[in-house]
């Protein structure tokens, strides 16, 4: 065989192939999901309402807001986690359909295609933040013009925990049965993590068990701008470890996945 009839070697992709068509194309499947869509959207400002809008909520005050606001800010964490778990697990539903072994074939790198899945679900992360925060805006939550943006922005950043979160389950759980072990899951971790119940509510030991939870440095952090309380190294260490346990987890997952082509 000539030199000149021979296939040209297949170029690498540019970044290991995260682009932003790659991050397009995905945002577009998920958004078809109209059921997780207006569960990530609609629940989390549907428990404000319920649980923070009452009257005792909005005159009792809470650092430069009111009790009403320090709820807003719960239930958009509460809201960002939901989505950005949601837009992670959504890779079983690829692996049930055999993309993930597909994948192998292209250039595609683990620790890119973990990326793209990351930024997908912090994109829809941030759309559930704004929504709860509009909610809160006309329904009595007070905030400090600050912590209106630093609240928002921090329980939106802190929730890229989760976003690695969902993709390691997504890897781990069946695609049928996902987000019904996750929601409840969730719930629970909010719980364990004082982000439905101030960790100074709770006794010492579920105290102390509520700064090991993925949930506890993300609620800290988020409600820090409105609160100035809570040990901020302790809830960014919180973040960062868990963020990281659970990215490597999802990186892992893949290459087990790829491998088996």
Request: hydrophobic letters at 55%.
């Amino acid at each position: 065989m000539s030199a000149q009839s021979m296939p040209a070697a297949r170029s690498l992709p540019r970044f290991g192939g995260f682009s932003a068509g790659m991050i397009g194309l995905e945002l577009r499947r998920m958004v078809r999901n109209r059921r997780t869509v207006v569960f990530t959207l609609v629940m989390p400002a549907v428990f404000f309402l319920l649980f923070g809008t009452g009257s005792s909520s909005r005159t009792e005050r809470v650092g430069g807001g009111n009790v009403t606001g320090y709820i807003l800010v719960s239930m958009a964490v509460y809201g960002a986690m939901l989505a950005t778990t949601s837009g992670g697990a959504m890779v079983s539903i690829e692996r049930a359909a055999g993309w993930s072994r597909q994948l192998r074939l292209t250039p595609l790198r683990p620790a890119a295609y973990v990326a793209v899945k990351l930024v997908l679900a912090m994109i829809i992360g941030a759309v559930s933040v704004v929504v709860a925060f509009a909610v809160g805006a006309v329904s009595g939550a007070e905030l400090p013009a600050r912590a209106w943006v630093l609240c928002g922005l921090l329980a939106w950043v802190c929730a890229l925990v989760f976003a690695a979160f969902g993709l390691f389950m997504g890897y781990l759980l069946p695609s049928e049965n996902v987000m019904q072990i996750l929601g409840p899951a969730l719930a629970v971790l909010s719980f364990a993590g004082g982000l439905f119940v101030p960790v100074d509510l709770m006794g010492d030991t579920f105290a102390t068990i509520a700064k090991f939870t993925p949930v506890y440095g993300v609620g800290e952090i988020a409600r820090y701008p409105l609160t100035h309380h809570g040990n901020l190294w302790a809830a960014a260490l919180n973040v960062i470890v868990w963020t990281g346990l659970f990215a490597a987890g999802a990186m892992w997952r893949f290459r087990r996945d790829t491998a088996r082509v």
